[in-house]
């Protein structure tokens, strides 16, 4: 068994929204995301996607993404990212409920994997759009899911933690954060996130060992649209 981590598949099998646009490393991406997935993950796997699954603007449009996810080899665990318009943080329980034994939401909660608790939530960090009050407010918001996710995996009893977020940890030019705080206190293993797009954007946070955490960026484009093994 092995944990494997990707985002950003950025699906539109419901809605008219043509991923070459943004580049022509994306043409094609979601049949080239099935053709890499079922080669490297197998059905005893776990995978984490860590957000903006779907351009779907609710669940009825999402679900044919949805039940294209559902459909891959795996274990699938979903953090929310900042275009899952389907996805109301309050509703997580409900969507547990209805998805049951085919996907996890990974939000206010936490998976498993061994002797891991997989730990997450969407994040935030500063792209120039915010006041610094509503940035603010953001982070804080988030800082407290992840806490939340972090104390309820240790109140069941783990001691090792990987965390996930959609966004970078850190803003640009940003050298620590509240994340990157929390991944400290709680010396998680690792911290995974995507969110950054094109050549100029994969050096936005950090990668590689920072403070005794690897930091691995999953992005699909800058994976080439193949699930990254994190664990095995």
């Not at 997935?37 to 776990?46: A, F, L």
């Not at 610094?132 to 407010?137: P, S």
């Not at 996930?164 to 509240?178: C, D, Q, R």
Request: a neutral charge.
């Amino acid at each position: 068994m092995s944990l494997y981590a990707i985002g950003d598949l950025h699906l539109a099998l419901s809605v008219d929204k043509p991923m070459e646009v943004f580049g022509r490393e994306w043409k094609n991406h979601t049949a080239r995301i099935e053709k890499n997935w079922r080669r490297r993950v197998g059905e005893q796997d776990t995978v984490v996607l860590t957000g903006d699954h779907s351009w779907g603007r609710n669940l009825a449009e999402c679900e044919a993404d949805l039940e294209f996810i559902m459909n891959l080899p795996g274990r699938k665990i979903l953090l929310r990212g900042n275009h899952d318009m389907f996805w109301d943080a309050k509703k997580t329980e409900r969507l547990n409920e209805q998805f049951k034994g085919r996907l996890f939401f990974l939000q206010n909660n936490y998976g498993t994997y061994e002797r891991y608790a997989l730990v997450g939530t969407k994040g935030y960090c500063y792209e120039g759009r915010d006041t610094a009050e509503h940035f603010e407010k953001l982070v804080k918001r988030e800082e407290e899911r992840l806490r939340l996710s972090f104390e309820r995996a240790k109140a069941d009893g783990y001691t090792e933690y990987i965390m996930f977020l959609h966004y970078p940890p850190t803003s640009i030019g940003e050298m620590e954060s509240v994340f990157t705080r929390m991944a400290r206190e709680y010396e998680a293993k690792k911290v995974i996130y995507s969110h950054c797009h094109g050549k100029e954007r994969y050096n936005d946070s950090y990668q590689g060992m920072v403070d005794g955490t690897e930091y691995l960026l999953v992005s699909s484009d800058y994976l080439k649209f193949k699930p990254l093994k994190i664990l095995s």
